[in-house]
């Protein structure tokens, strides 16, 4: 079974490009397509309308899944092809419209399986799975190019899943096509690992309260 990818890229970017096919390089679970980002002097629009293309002219109708990366997107320790379609098959039975591989920023999370939480808003496509069922919202979403591309999705899903630990992160190239902070040094690294500190911490507090539960109905 083959993950249908398409990864956004300017055609500049030859240096993104390259790190990018170096983290799919030896993944055989993966079918990878390049996609040439629309240019636009606002970061924001060009990958909006980016998606906008992908969704109206790339995905077919066979397909109940696509993952959608970005070229700064980076797999981290924890990846592995097993988690992946673990969680894949996880969120489809949980009526998922969106799974994250990580996230720079959440504003609320649930934990809902030891490795999937239930999160509202977000930021972070650098490595996202997006299923059928939401195919023709986003088409709507992105045909109105204005706006952050994250926000607009959380806006319009309750059914965000995100994959604990994070098995993606951005990587940092010392500036942005999309967003100017982060282009400031260790930015993005921070980001990351503060969002998943916050999620760890969850963990924790989950596993106290089961243990303290378990202890109480076994008196």
């Not at 990366?69 to 992946?84: S, V």
């Not at 260790?186 to 378990?214: D, T």
């Amino acid at each position: 079974m083959k993950i249908k990818t398409f990864i956004i890229n300017l055609s500049e970017r030859t240096d993104r490009r390259k790190s990018v096919e170096s983290q799919f390089q030896s993944r055989e679970e993966f079918t990878v397509e390049f996609v040439n980002a629309f240019r636009h002097e606002v970061g924001a629009v060009g990958l909006n309308q980016t998606l906008f293309y992908i969704f109206t002219e790339l995905v077919k109708p066979e397909d109940d899944y696509i993952l959608v990366c970005e070229d700064d997107h980076f797999f981290t320790d924890d990846y592995n092809q097993e988690a992946l379609f673990r969680s894949i098959e996880t969120a489809k039975r949980l009526n998922a419209d969106v799974l994250l591989g990580g996230v720079s920023w959440f504003s609320f999370a649930v934990q809902v399986t030891n490795s999937l939480f239930w999160i509202d808003k977000f930021n972070g496509l650098q490595c996202t799975v997006f299923f059928r069922t939401f195919f023709d919202r986003l088409i709507d979403c992105f045909r109105n190019t204005k706006g952050n591309a994250d926000i607009k999705i959380s806006n319009l899903s309750t059914g965000i899943y995100l994959m604990y630990p994070f098995v993606s992160i951005q990587k940092e190239f010392g500036y942005s096509d999309v967003t100017s902070k982060n282009a400031i040094e260790g930015y993005v690294e921070g980001i990351f690992k503060h969002s998943l500190n916050r999620l760890g911490n969850l963990v924790q507090v989950n596993k106290y309260y089961n243990r303290k539960f378990r202890l109480d109905e076994e008196k």
